[in-house]
């Protein structure tokens, strides 16, 4: 007849021994595979984030007016905020769940908390890395670069050729040259604003794409240093969760010896 009790402890001590091969190292090295191949996963979902950041701040220095010009670097700023707050999610979303995985393999998951493995402590946000935007062109300033040009000018005295046209005589007398001289500086103004702005927006492209290099190294490097300490911290307290589980495992293990050694002594 079979003895159903040394089955079971046949059964029970395969068990044991086949969880103690998976106690003995191992988890270090499964976890920076994880994470490398959250690495991946991350700075490509990043990297599509910043091109359509990219996109949209282009867009905005060709169609926004002055104020909207003007309030682009916190809206980039903001951004840049939120770039890193889906960061920190994304991160979290898809290494914490393979290191938890790691752990149940080895029967340690109620050893492992998130808070303990989760990096904490604060710090400077990629945002305050951007650089500061130069200081846009003053309104005098451009209205000298706009007459510095021969062109400008030429604009400026263009009512006075053109009142011909107009059945006036070019040199009529001081009777016209107000008219000529106001539509020559509302033309001269003009080209001055239209140069301002363009200016404007050339200096506010230069930054942008000075500022979104900026906070894309930033947050790749951000990425590495949360990854790397999220490494340090599982691995470590995976090694402390593992050797107490093989230690527990070992002493089943012995506890089981002698009850093999009794069912042979029975056998005989």
Known sequence: ???RYADAVRSRRGELRAERLRLIGGHRAEIRTSLALTR???????????????RE????????DRAGRRRLPGLVAAAVDRAEAELERAVAGV??????????ERSVLADLTVAGITPSGTRPRVSATLPVPEPPVGALRA?????SSGGAWRLAVLPVAGLPVLGLPALGGVAV????????????????WA???AADRARLGRWTAEALAVARSGLEAELGRRLLDLEQRAGAALDVAVARRRADVDAELRGLAPVREEAARAAE
């Open 57 to 64: 701040i282009r867009e905005h220095v060709v169609r926004a």
């Open 95 to 104: 290494a914490l769940p393979s290191v938890r995985r790691i752990a149940a």
């Open 40 to 54: 991946l996963v991350v700075a490509a979902e990043l990297a599509a984030t910043m091109a359509a950041l990219g």
């Open 143 to 147: 209205l000298l670069l706009a007459g």
């Open 177 to 192: 040259l107000p008219l000529a001289a106001a539509l020559g500086l509302v033309a001269l103004a003009a080209t001055a």
């Open 1 to 3: 007849m079979p003895d």
């Open 195 to 197: 140069r301002w702005v």
